[in-house]
């Protein structure tokens, strides 16, 4: 197969990249209903270079705002539908014997697309998740002892069902530190909900078509223009003191690692560029805190016995570390 060479595309401006974003919430809302806040973080994300998990009940949209997200961004999708006989080489491709040639040939697996929708991820076995590690920490499989570059851009959006245990595999610490944030959608208000009713009436169809907005050169140019903002020393410090925050709370185990830190400027930055902003706010790290941080968290027996979420002890960390006392543009 052919490896992808790495071009460093021209970087949007600000407004530019603003604009594109908008343009592309809009054009998935008229698909996707009641889902407004959770889409837009999910695009922050996907902007900062990251992946996203969904995991929220069944029947709330999840899939179909991972298939318009890749559509309006101008992405080759691919979905895999987790179940508990997948197979590692189901997702990342398998040499395949060619009679012709008397030689092995790689066939991809379906990993190799610009946005790849994992389904039900919690579905299928350790071995199969841990399948797309590499391809998500490195942009790359490994198969049979030759590495293959998977495209630029590369993301994985994975849904999961919190609340069904029978026949699912918990996620790993390890996997789960591999998505950039983790999104629940929750059920939507009533006018939402009527509306959902009424647009499905409307269109006569199952199918909730959504356009394209960018293409992928462009999606690459707004990401490079999110890479090109830089953030105050102060608001730095306020994300690691977060973190700091997390790991010496009574109630975890384990906090979240720099990777959390990390994800949590990369996201509050990429949400100011959508917002038109050139510099990131305290504000724009604490409204990403909870989708960037709860999933890394491990809690004590006790407290998961006490039925305490890692989302409620990061909101705790977020009323308990004071943030900067100046507020100064990058």
């Not at 999840?62 to 559509?71: E, F, G, N, V």
């Not at 790991?247 to 990429?270: C, D, F, I, K």
């Amino acid at each position: 197969m052919t490896e992808t060479t790495a071009v460093t595309p021209a970087a949007l401006p600000v407004p530019d990249v603003a604009r594109s974003g908008r343009a592309v919430l809009d054009e998935v809302a008229t698909a996707v209903v009641g889902m407004a806040e959770p889409l837009r973080i999910a695009l922050a994300a996907l902007l900062a270079g990251g992946h996203v998990l969904f995991e929220d009940v069944p029947g709330l949209g999840k899939t179909l705002a991972a298939r318009s997200l890749a559509t309006a961004l101008g992405l080759d999708f691919r979905r895999v539908q987790c179940t508990p006989d997948l197979l590692p080489s189901d997702v990342t491709g398998s040499s395949v014997f060619d009679p012709a040639t008397s030689q092995f040939t790689f066939r991809p697996g379906p990993v190799f697309t610009g946005l790849l929708l994992a389904d039900e991820i919690n579905r299928t076995a350790p071995k199969t998740q841990s399948a797309l590690l590499e391809a998500m920490a490195e942009r790359q499989v490994s198969v049979d002892g030759t590495t293959h570059a998977l495209p630029a851009p590369f993301h994985v959006v994975a849904t999961s069902n919190p609340v069904e245990y029978e026949g699912t595999y918990p996620l790993p610490e390890a996997q789960l530190d591999r998505f950039m944030v983790r999104l629940a959608v929750g059920y939507p208000a009533r006018d939402a909900e009527v509306d959902v009713l009424a647009r499905r009436l409307e269109r006569r169809r199952e199918a909730a078509p959504v356009g394209q907005v960018v293409d992928v050169a462009t999606l690459l140019a707004m990401q490079a223009g999110v890479e090109a903002v830089t953030v105050d020393p102060d608001v730095l410090a306020y994300a690691v003191d977060l973190a700091a925050g997390t790991r010496a709370h009574a109630a975890v185990e384990v906090g979240a690692s720099p990777r959390g830190s990390q994800a949590l400027v990369l996201v509050a930055r990429a949400l100011a560029v959508l917002d038109g902003r050139d510099y990131v706010t305290p504000e724009d790290v604490k409204a990403v805190a909870v989708p960037a941080l709860a999933h890394r968290l491990s809690l004590s027996p006790q407290a998961w016995a006490a039925g305490l979420a890692p989302e409620a002890v990061v909101r705790e960390v977020l009323a308990q570390v004071p943030g900067p006392t100046t507020a100064r543009r990058a």
